[in-house]
């Protein structure tokens, strides 16, 4: 059965969502995973703590937190106002930023562990021929790591796509802004309307699969190329 | 060329207090037992460590704590093939070597290098398809396209086994030959270092102990060198005449020839001669009909203890040159053997290494 306008705009939402905030995870993740691969730094255990987080608690902690502190009340809610600011709670940048925080792990933790497996030696080996810090990174790592990236990316991506609890605290249920698939399917389920609800119930779940099965089949195949 | 390096580096039951002060060009052999720092003090020269201490090359310094000048690895100059190859596996063999020209710029000389060490055929192949011999002539290949001005081998034979390290050896040779930098080469084995090195630097828990003309330390009683199994003196000579009936070349060494099994050499190369200590026996008249093809006059210069029950001669022959020779303690004796005296050496077996 076709999708109304309303089911639409929460499919855009979720997609335009869930590629903003892979972006951004990637750009910070990346950073942030290549210390912790690296550092001896001793509060290095604090850091993988808190970024590990979010994939024990229940979501709804994290929004709850999230409502608080971005908050027309709240302390960056009250900072943003001040620079003249809307507040993010119950907009799409709060979303993103709510999405940012929930999806950490799922990006930060599979490139950690890429970048760990490169080790040491490659990294060695390209400093004896001549290539600095940045060259290194590029033309050694990433391409070494890059199934932890390809992982990274559709785990950050369709992590995104399933959330719930977050959106529901701290984005409200505002069409075309803040209401995505997940929020729109319970809306169908509670007004009994099990038709509109299967369409995007189902169409979640072959996106989520297909997106999985794609990851782990590419991964197959580099580990075929790459011994 | 000129290479000075002096660092301390203190590591959890390890301590590194090592210097180099080299002046002249050729292959340094970086030599001493297992886990005695030789790969440390080259991963300090790279870089790789950061030690206190100095480091020189050419008039270039790298290092100096005491200024605060400390080079990163990748601005030094470095061409290192380390003990395991370390190939990008995301490149093929062209890929690892062009990775390199492309950074110093030596791209023009990638037909060279591939010209060289015979790597043609392996260009497009990935480099887990290598074999262990392949992968360390393409590491070497990549180091040499970097365009070091100190190039650094890590045991680069050590993975592999005799039959591939025969296989290797004749194009480390020729990579020794057409450079014009200081080239470091670890060993943990005599033959090779005593193969390739001109000079060779002695180490010992963490500490460089001796360093000087190979021919020197090989022969010097005092260095733990004297008291190995194979401990055994290197002479340098000239090939002088070929005898393909017998299978034999004479060699010139100083003031006598020795004849030594043929070997793939022209007529007037300069070639080294390795005699272990154990082959060489002593006699005071010179032996008659005897199957030993090499029997030369010699001066006994000092005698010293060596394993139970043996001893250690040290012989100097008619040009200058030093000879070991390892006896029984009760020989010695029984010959009266004391420094001047005049004897024959009857040299077992040669090597040409």
């Known amino acids: ?227 | 060329m000129s290479l000075e390096a002096a660092f301390v580096l203190e590591r959890e039951g390890f301590r590194l207090d090592a210097e180099l002060r080299e002046a002249e060009p050729g292959v340094i052999g970086l030599f001493g037992p297992s886990g005695c720092g030789k790969t440390t003090l080259l991963r300090c020269l790279a870089g790789l460590e950061r030690a206190r201490g100095y480091c020189r090359v050419q008039d270039r310094v790298w290092q100096d704590s005491r200024q605060e000048v400390f080079l990163p690895p990748h601005r030094r100059g470095i061409g290192m093939v380390f003990q395991d190859p370390r190939l990008f596996t995301h490149m093929n063999v062209n890929g690892n070597l062009r990775y390199a020209a492309k950074r110093a710029d030596t791209l023009d000389q990638l037909a060279g290098v591939v010209d060289l060490l015979d790597l043609g055929p392996l260009l497009m192949r990935a480099s887990h398809t290598l074999s262990g011999g392949e992968r360390q002539r393409v590491a070497l290949g990549r180091a040499l396209l970097s365009r070091p001005d100190l190039l650094l081998l890590d045991e680069p034979l050590a993975a592999l086994d005799a039959e591939r390290k025969r296989e290797i050896l004749p194009y480390l040779e020729r990579v020794q030959r057409s450079l014009e930098i200081p080239l470091v080469y670890v060993s943990h084995s005599l033959e090779e270092v005593a193969r390739l090195a001109d000079r060779l630097v002695l180490m010992e828990s963490g500490r460089t102990i001796a360093a000087g003309p190979a021919a020197d330390l090989l022969a010097d009683m005092a260095l733990p060198l004297a008291q190995r199994d194979d401990a055994g003196a290197l002479l340098i000579g000239r090939v002088e005449a070929d005898d393909p009936l017998y299978h034999l070349i004479s060699v010139r060494v100083g003031r006598d020839r020795l004849r030594v099994p043929r070997h793939d050499v022209a007529l007037g190369d300069s070639v080294k001669l390795r005699i272990p200590a154990r082959d060489v026996s002593l006699t005071l008249e010179a032996p008659q009909r005897t199957s030993i093809l090499n029997v030369l006059p010699a001066t006994v210069v000092a005698v010293g203890p060596a394993m139970e029950g043996q001893s250690i001669v040290r012989l100097q022959l008619a040009g200058g040159e030093a000879l070991l020779a390892r006896i029984s303690m009760l020989s010695a004796r029984e010959l009266a053997l004391e420094p001047g005296k005049a004897v024959f050496a009857q040299i077992k077996s040669v090597a040409l290494v």
């Open chain 1, 1 to 227: 059965m076709a999708l109304s306008p309303a089911d639409i705009d929460a499919l855009w939402v979720t997609l335009r969502l869930a590629a903003l905030t892979t972006l951004i995870l990637l750009l910070i993740g990346t950073p942030l995973a290549w210390w912790l691969a690296q550092t001896r730094f001793r509060g290095k255990a604090l850091v993988e703590a808190i970024v590990a987080l979010p994939l024990v608690l229940p979501p709804t902690v994290l929004g709850f937190y999230l409502l608080i502190a971005l908050g027309a009340r709240g302390p960056l809610g009250e900072l943003l106002t001040a620079l003249g600011l809307r507040p993010l709670a119950f907009t799409f940048a709060g979303l993103v930023v709510g999405s940012v925080l929930y999806s950490l792990p799922f990006v930060v933790q599979p490139l950690q562990n890429a970048f760990v497996a490169v080790g040491r030696a490659p990294l060695e080996a390209a400093a004896m021929l001549r290539a600095g810090p940045w060259d290194r990174f590029f033309t050694v790592v990433v391409p070494l790591a890059r199934r932890g990236f390809v992982t990274a990316t559709a785990l950050g991506f369709a992590h995104t796509v399933g959330e719930f609890g977050v959106v529901l605290m701290i984005g409200g249920n505002i069409p075309g802004e803040t209401r995505v698939l997940s929020i729109a399917i319970y809306d169908h389920v509670e007004a009994l309307d099990y038709a509109h609800a299967h369409t995007l119930a189902a169409g979640l779940l072959v996106l989520s699969f297909v997106m999985l099965w794609l990851v782990y089949r590419s991964n197959r195949h580099a580990a075929s190329v790459m011994p």
